[in-house]
Structures are given as structure tokens and as C-alpha cells.
């Protein structure tokens, strides 16, 4: 089955969204009527795996409001500015998480940097180790 | 092995083992619940999204502003199943006043963290099973036997609503080889079986845990960037912090 996306890419196939939506908060109809446009677009494997995420992060979710437990520290510095642009201290589970002070912002500023060139480097050398390991 | 040959898909081997792992596991006795009483939740998963007075409170401005209670014919109380019912279908307004409750209804943390260690493993399982277009599995029969009642070394309070363990206990009892452990990977570990039950499914549907870490990790038809889409899609609709 040929991929509509190629590795490198970043852009988000809509089916795969639209798949995400119908199963989460669409009708019987709306979830057959998205999974066959993820299955013509993508084949029978990439809905499976969406099947799979969802089903995950169903779980996921719940456990970690189940039981109260805070952001990561690390991943909170770095996703400060996120939370703020997009409102998800309005999140009734944000009340598990205290605000991070000005001088962990400011370090957050600085991750958020040098994080993307750090990550595709990081998957650079991971694909290049793959293909010699194949 | 699970077959799904109600769907139309074909769907890897790897997901059907972890399904039936799951629903054999979750009808034998526990740490702190019996097969019987795990078995029940796992029908008021089912039970939860046609309950009147569930879904009254879940549309209410205040799931406290609906009285009344569920009815209760086996081994589970009103406000048990009312605990089951809220994070199945509610989880985005659990509280801490929904979690003091819950705890006074189940007797202790460890036996509230067992319940949610069962009740999201169906939610997962009947989750994939609808997103495929399959039927919903059928409910194991309860096998019969003692909660185990094993205790683990190292719980730590105060980080969350329910004790976890620390790093280093996560480690000691095998539920981590990292140095830190997510917050939500720790979040069962008061009963480490559950954590154990949660990774089982987790590697088939999602990533194994030790490769979440990982940024360009996959063995999967989608591409890494792919999985966290959906990931963030699934997060926001449960308006989910973490």
C-alpha cells in the first residue's frame, strides 16, 4: 500500500483527523463514512494503527485524570507557551498542575529553540542507523 | 487471539493477543479485587454510555447538581459504579472531591487504583473495537480466587491523588528501566499489575513504552508525526492536560 505521506514529511493526512473525529464523537455513520476514506487513502494497516492511538489515548487520558497527577516537570518547562496559546489551562485537570515561574519560562523559550534542530537530528541518526542495520 | 472477523479490516496478530490477554486478565482475582467484582466493572464500562442517570449528570452544568443513584444487583454499590460511569464517560470533570468520593466507595486508594486500571483497559478495548466497526468483545466469565493483597515497596504520596511509587521502586519492581518514569506511567503503580496490564495493551495500540521516548520511533503503517496527531486529537477532544 503506497503512503500518501512520505518520511520527512510533517503534514497531517485530513483523513486521518477526520477518521479520529468520527470515531470519537461521530454516528455510526459518520465512522464508516471516515474509515473507508482512511482506508482508500492510506489501506487497511493505517486505520488499523489510528484504531490503535485512539484506543491508547482513550486509556491514557483517563488514567492520568483518574489520578490526579501533574505534567512532567521537564515537559511542562517546554510546553509552557503551548498551554498558554492554547487555552489548556481552561482544562478542568490543569488544577493538577501548578504554573512554572518566570526564570523555568525563560529556559522553556530556550528549549523550544534548539529542540527541532535536536530532533531531526535525532531522527536523521536514527533513520541512518536503520538502513545500515537492514 | 482475538478475531475481528466482524470488521471489514484486516488487523495485526499483535493487537488480538493483547485484547485477549486483557479480558483473561481482567476476569482473574487481582491484587486487591476479585475476578468477580472486575469483571462487573468491566460490564459498567459497558453499562455507562446507556445510563439515564449517568448521561443526566454528564450534560449537567455540575455533574453534583442531578440526584439519584444506580442500581445495584451485584457485587458493585451505587456509588461505585457512579466512579466507573464518571471516568468512562465524564473523565474531563474528575475532581478531587470525584476522587475522595470514589476512594470512600472502594475503601482504599489501592482498590480505587485497581478499578481504574480495569475500567480504562475496556474503555480501550471497546474503543479500537468500534473504531474498526467490530462488535464488542464478550465479558470473560470471573474466575474464581483471592486478591493477592501484594503491597509494593516504596509508594510516595503528595505527587498525585493516589500514591505512587518512586523512580528507584519503579525500577525495583520492573515497571521502568528509565531513570524517570512519566507521571503517567507511575499513576497505577500502587497496584504494579496494573501498570503491567495498561503496558501490555498500550504496546500493541500505541508504541512499547520504551520507545515512546523516541521521537521518529514507528513500526507502524503511520509515521511517528502521525501517531501524535491523533494522540493530541484524542487528547484534547477528553480535554486532557497531561
Given at each position: ?12 493526512d ?19 463514512a ?34 490526579g ?14 498551554i ?33 534542530t ?17 | ?121 475496556m ?49 525495583a ?8 518514569a ?48 491523533v ?12
Amino acid at each position: 500500500m503506497s503512503s500518501a505521506l512520505e518520511p520527512g514529511s510533517d503534514a497531517i493526512d485530513p483523513e486521518l483527523l477526520a477518521y479520529a473525529d468520527a470515531v470519537l464523537n461521530g454516528s455510526p455513520t459518520d465512522r464508516a463514512a471516515a474509515q473507508e476514506a482512511l482506508r482508500t487513502s492510506r489501506g487497511d494497516a493505517a486505520v488499523v494503527d489510528a484504531a490503535g492511538v485512539i484506543a491508547n489515548f482513550s486509556q491514557m487520558n483517563r488514567i492520568a485524570d483518574a489520578a490526579g497527577i501533574a505534567l512532567d516537570a521537564p515537559t511542562q518547562m517546554f510546553a509552557e507557551q503551548l498551554i498558554d496559546d492554547g487555552g489548556y489551562r481552561n482544562f478542568a485537570s490543569a488544577e493538577n498542575t501548578e504554573p512554572i515561574g518566570t526564570a523555568k519560562r525563560i529556559a522553556g523559550r530556550g528549549l523550544r529553540r534548539v529542540a527541532p534542530t535536536a530532533l531531526r537530528a535525532q531522527s536523521a541518526i536514527a533513520a541512518r542507523f536503520k538502513r545500515s542495520r537492514d | 487471539m482475538i478475531d475481528f472477523g466482524d470488521s471489514s479490516l484486516t488487523v495485526r496478530g499483535d493487537i488480538g493477543e493483547a485484547h485477549a490477554t486483557a479480558l483473561d486478565d481482567i476476569a482473574r482475582a487481582g491484587t486487591w479485587l476479585t475476578g468477580t467484582e472486575r469483571v462487573a466493572i468491566a460490564a459498567e464500562v459497558r453499562a455507562a454510555p446507556h445510563s439515564t442517570l449517568s448521561l443526566e449528570r454528564k450534560n449537567a452544568l455540575s455533574p453534583y447538581a442531578v440526584a439519584g443513584t444506580h442500581e445495584s444487583n451485584g457485587p458493585l454499590s451505587s456509588d461505585q459504579i457512579e466512579a466507573i460511569h464518571r471516568i468512562t464517560i465524564d473523565p474531563a470533570r474528575l475532581s478531587r472531591r470525584f476522587f475522595d468520593e470514589s476512594v470512600a466507595a472502594w475503601s482504599t486508594p489501592e482498590r480505587y487504583v485497581e478499578m481504574v486500571g480495569v475500567t480504562v483497559r475496556m474503555v480501550a478495548i471497546d474503543t479500537f473495537c468500534r473504531a474498526i466497526g467490530a462488535d464488542s468483545q464478550p465479558l470473560p466469565e470471573p474466575v474464581d480466587g483471592d486478591p493477592s493483597g501484594v503491597q509494593p515497596e516504596g509508594l510516595t504520596t503528595g505527587e498525585a491523588w493516589v500514591p505512587m511509587l518512586s523512580d528507584e521502586a519503579m525500577r525495583a519492581e520492573g515497571l521502568s528501566n528509565t531513570k524517570s518514569a512519566g507521571n503517567v506511567v507511575r499513576a497505577l503503580s500502587a497496584v504494579p499489575a496494573e501498570v503491567r496490564g495498561w503496558g501490555v495493551l498500550s504496546a500493541a495500540h500505541y508504541v512499547p513504552n520504551d520507545k515512546v521516548a523516541e521521537p521518529s520511533w514507528s513500526n507502524r503503517a503511520l509515521l511517528r508525526h502521525e501517531i501524535e496527531a491523533v494522540a493530541t486529537r484524542v487528547s484534547t477532544f477528553n480535554e486532557c492536560f497531561y
